[in-house]
């Protein structure tokens, strides 16, 4: 008998509410009914062993697949409808669990090209010549290069994407994410696949962005890490939420540790 | 109304031959994820194989079989020596399709000095008529009816009761765990690749067969068709291949019948865009058109 | 040299080169494979025929066309234009949406083929198979076409043309609109997931490219003042390809040289061999055409192997400021 999932004390609306999302495809219940609130300002953990749809799940709130039901609420507005792009331009944005750099573009324009406010950005602002856009891009350089020096990166500005290592590259992403300027970060396994010494440097990063603010929802395996940097965590198994609460509250669940949780 | 029924036979015509040559390219789509453009071309290139044994007195069954083995090594050595590497590679689904338009352009224009510009037909006496209910049909059509049932049944064995069959199903649904699975994909691929090119080697001699007349154009022409009957039944699956085979069979002759033979490849087309619009995945829905890209 | 030579080699290269710049923006830069490429310079030829004719029943009478509205210079260029921008967007509109990328591609492969088999049987509508003739020439009732000014003129015009087209394609290659175009390139998931509407970009460059299509075709019809069903197989588009992927994909130095190399090129080496009896008449009839096929063929191949950046790559964009790079 699973215990009753422990309610996620916010003090305010949650910056994210998923309601009974449920996604169909090909015959397999990949998320069969998933209720989350994610607070605000917080980092809340989605943790489950393979198979339990959590990438799936994400997928969905971003809008990269769409929702078989339910209904998902950021920051009070209705986004079920909404495609991926929509959703990314209102603040809502996602990073993905395998690489997914621009890999032909350098490091400096993977962050430009994510940032919102370009006059070039559009036929006729290209068509209008470099005038109409320069200051613009000018503006975005120097924001763009402010955040390679805080992320370590400067070095690299030039550098072709691609040719990162698989630690770069997430920063490259985390940091893409950035220039947007997003109020949910949707975070897909960020240290899967990387140094551990990058490890380190990603969860103090989340951190510092924790504490400008930044409201983050992670998919994360390593479970220490999650321990030392979630403050909610969510438990997924088979499609379904089996268990949601601070890591510790979760220990004391047998079902769950049994069920997943190892140490 | 007599015009519709006579339509309705060449339809069960039409479809065993789109039957024979769909499944044959949407396997090699469903198992190892390429679109072979150059299909029609191995086709065009089996048809020509036959008619040169059929002039040197080889009856044209005999021809057929020749084929189908020309088919199979041909479309063997073409992953080989070209699909496999550039996959390999890490060439992505767009760039692979460049390449077999490359290839396709490439053997049609290998073929004309050797075959020529003028249409072709095979010396072939299709055999008495044979009438059931309002259809009449030749003896040779009626062969290749049974032969594509035969084909269908054996396709449909394969995947359904032998190792290999079940191998290839595994393969199409998920490679890496195929692969981790135990599963030597290698040489199942290398399976793929005889089989439906024999199935190619096979069709191509049996379109031939039931045309007036061939030339090296109609290699794009057919693999329209084919690509409809695909796509239609839903890009990867064999027994929608067979679907899509029968249903565009049927539509295109009795378009043909009702307006004209000239638009047949147009109506083919038509479903196909229809088909693209409406429910890209197909009527028997896998994975497909839809799949996200990257 | 003489100078119907030159003006013939010059005017065709320029065609080329707007052609090649219009489909490296499409496939280079964005990465759309556009394999009906050739139907949008089509569209753009008949549209600049038609504008420019009398109406079909003079001449004899012995064409079938619509249109015939005896236009003169530079309306039938402006509508050949218009013409490849129209077709753009019910052919966008079908294909460009929901489809994953290859099925796209084959979609517009498919659309090539069969665009060519309804105009060649629909023969009242664009003079079918046999096409469409006496083609006016621009300009024609100032300066008589078949003197040498005519050819320098021509050859102005097309100039113009080719100035005008890479003014326009380098500025959009060039801005941050080019670098989500890239973007969308590299990683379309990616891309939605920052917040670009890939259906928006696809059709923007879709139509553009449709325009300058067309521009390329009208241009091309006025000089040859003929247009038929057989000038723009399916086979066309794989040139222009084999351009791009040879010249460089993604840069518009790259597409010119391309351009140069694959449809110009290949054109003068037949021309030269031709020339020579002894290799016009080896083999059976039609063996030098075929064999450019194969090289075509092998051309895309070998640089997709071996350089697939191809000879002028895409440049790497640095910024004022930025540190000294490593490699």
């Known amino acids: 008998m699973l215990a009753e999932p422990q309610p996620l004390a916010t003090a305010e609306r949650p910056m994210l509410a998923a309601s009974d999302i449920h996604r169909h495809f090909e015959g397999m219940h990949a998320v069969d009914g998933v209720s989350i609130d994610v607070p605000v300002g917080k980092i809340t ?9 959590k990438s799936t799940f994400l997928a969905v709130l971003a809008g990269t697949l769409p929702a078989t039901s339910g209904a998902i609420l950021f920051d009070g507005q209705d986004v079920t409808s909404w495609p991926a792009y929509r959703r990314a331009r209102h603040g809502l944005v996602r990073t993905f669990q395998l690489p997914s750099e621009f890999a032909r573009l350098t490091v400096l324009e993977n962050l430009l090209v994510a940032a919102p406010k370009n006059r070039g950005d559009s036929l006729f602002g290209a068509l209008r010549g470099r005038g109409y856009w320069i200051e613009d891009e000018r503006r975005l350089v120097q924001q763009a290069r402010a955040l390679l020096k805080r992320f370590g990166m400067s070095a690299k500005e030039s550098d072709y994407a691609g040719t990162m290592s698989g630690g770069q590259k997430r920063l490259i992403e985390i940091m893409r994410a950035l220039m947007l300027g997003p109020r949910l970060l949707l975070l897909d396994e960020p240290m899967s696949g990387v140094h551990p010494k990058i490890v380190l440097e990603i969860q103090h990063y989340l951190e510092d962005l924790r504490r400008e603010g930044l409201t983050i929802l992670m998919v994360e395996h390593e479970l220490h890490m999650v321990e030392r940097l979630c403050d909610t965590v969510v438990v997924m198994a088979q499609g379904k939420v089996i268990g949601s609460g601070t890591m510790s509250s979760l220990r004391r669940q047998r079902e769950i540790v049994d069920a997943y949780l190892v140490g | ?6 339509a309705l036979g060449f339809g069960l015509v039409s479809m065993s031959v789109i039957a024979i040559a769909a499944v044959g390219f949407t396997m090699q789509f469903g198992i190892t994820n390429m679109i072979n453009l150059a299909y029609g071309e191995v086709m065009i290139s089996s048809a020509y194989l036959a008619y040169y044994l059929n002039r040197a007195g080889i009856s044209i069954w005999a021809g057929m079989v020749a084929g189908a083995l020309f088919g199979a090594v041909f479309s063997f050595l073409l992953n080989r020596i070209l699909y496999a590497p550039f996959l390999r590679k890490g060439t992505s689904h767009l760039g692979m399709v460049i390449v077999s338009l490359a290839v396709s352009a490439m053997i049609a224009n290998l073929l004309i000095p050797i075959v020529g510009y003028y249409p072709r037909s095979y010396q072939e006496d299709p055999g008495g008529l ?5 259809i009449a049909l030749t003896r040779d059509q009626l062969i290749v009816i049974g032969v594509a049932i035969v084909l269908m049944l054996a396709i449909h064995a394969l995947l359904a009761y032998t190792r290999l069959g079940k191998a290839m199903r595994a393969t199409a649904a998920n490679p890496t765990l195929a692969r981790n699975c135990g599963i030597p994909t290698q040489r199942v691929i290398d399976a793929v690749w005889l089989i439906t090119g024999a199935l190619c080697g096979l069709a191509g001699v049996v379109a031939a067969l039931n045309s007036d007349s061939f030339a090296i154009a109609n290699g794009a022409a ?3 068709t084919i690509l409809a009957a695909a796509v239609l039944g839903g890009a990867g699956q064999p027994y929608g291949a067979m679907l899509g085979a029968v249903l565009i069979g049927l539509i295109t002759e009795l378009s043909a019948a009702a307006w004209s033979p000239q638009y047949k490849e147009v109506v083919a087309f038509g479903i196909l865009v229809l088909v693209m619009i409406l429910r890209p995945q197909g009527l028997l829905a896998k994975r497909g058109a839809l799949a996200a890209a990257g | 040299m003489n100078t119907y030579y030159a003006a013939n080699l010059l005017v065709y290269a320029g065609i080329d080169i707007i052609a090649c710049l219009a489909l490296n923006l499409q496939f280079g830069v964005s990465g759309i494979v556009n394999f009906s490429f050739i139907v949008f310079q089509a569209v753009g030829a008949y549209a ?5 004719m009398p109406p079909d029943t003079a001449n004899g009478g012995f064409q079938h066309y619509i249109g015939g509205y005896s236009l003169t210079f530079p309306i039938p260029w402006i509508g050949g234009a218009v013409a490849g921008g129209l077709l753009a967007i019910p052919v966008g509109f079908v294909v460009l949406r929901k489809l994953r990328s290859d099925y796209q ?3 517009l492969l498919v659309l090539s083929v069969i665009a060519n088999t309804v105009i060649t049987n629909a023969d009242k509508f664009l003079g079918g198979a046999a096409g469409i003739a006496l083609v006016p020439p621009p300009l024609s009732e100032r300066i008589d076409p078949n003197t040498e000014s005519y050819q320098y003129l021509y050859v102005g015009i097309t100039a113009v043309c080719v100035v005008l087209t890479l003014f326009l394609v380098n500025r959009i290659v060039n801005s941050p609109y080019g670098r989500s175009l890239r973007a969308m390139r590299e990683r379309e998931l990616a891309a939605t997931a920052i917040g670009k509407n890939p259906v928006e970009l696809k059709m923007t460059i879709f139509i553009v490219g449709g325009v300058i299509a067309g521009l390329s075709g009208a241009i091309l019809v006025g000089f ?5 069903p057989s000038v723009w197989l399916y086979p066309e588009t794989i040139v222009l390809f084999a351009a791009i992927i040879v010249g460089g994909r993604g840069s518009n130095i790259g597409a010119i040289l391309g351009a140069l190399l694959v449809p110009v090129g290949f054109e ?8 020579d009896p002894a290799i016009a008449n080896l083999g059976p009839p039609g063996l030098i055409p075929a064999l450019q096929w194969v090289a075509i063929g092998l051309l895309i191949i070998g640089f997709l192997w071996f350089r697939p950046d191809g000879v002028h790559p895409e440049a790497r964009r640095v910024f004022e400021g930025a540190p000294a790079l490593e490699d």
């Open chain 1, 45 to 53: 953990g989605l943790i489950g062993p393979n198979g339990a749809g």
């Open chain 3, 105 to 107: 591609a084959i979609a």
């Open chain 2, 130 to 134: 044979i009438r059931l209910g309002g």
């Open chain 2, 1 to 6: 109304m007599d015009l519709f029924v006579a």
């Open chain 2, 222 to 224: 057919f693999l329209i």
């Open chain 3, 224 to 228: 040859i003042q003929v247009w038929a």
């Open chain 3, 268 to 275: 003068e080496v037949t021309r030269f061999l031709n020339n």
């Open chain 3, 48 to 52: 600049a025929a038609v504008l420019s």
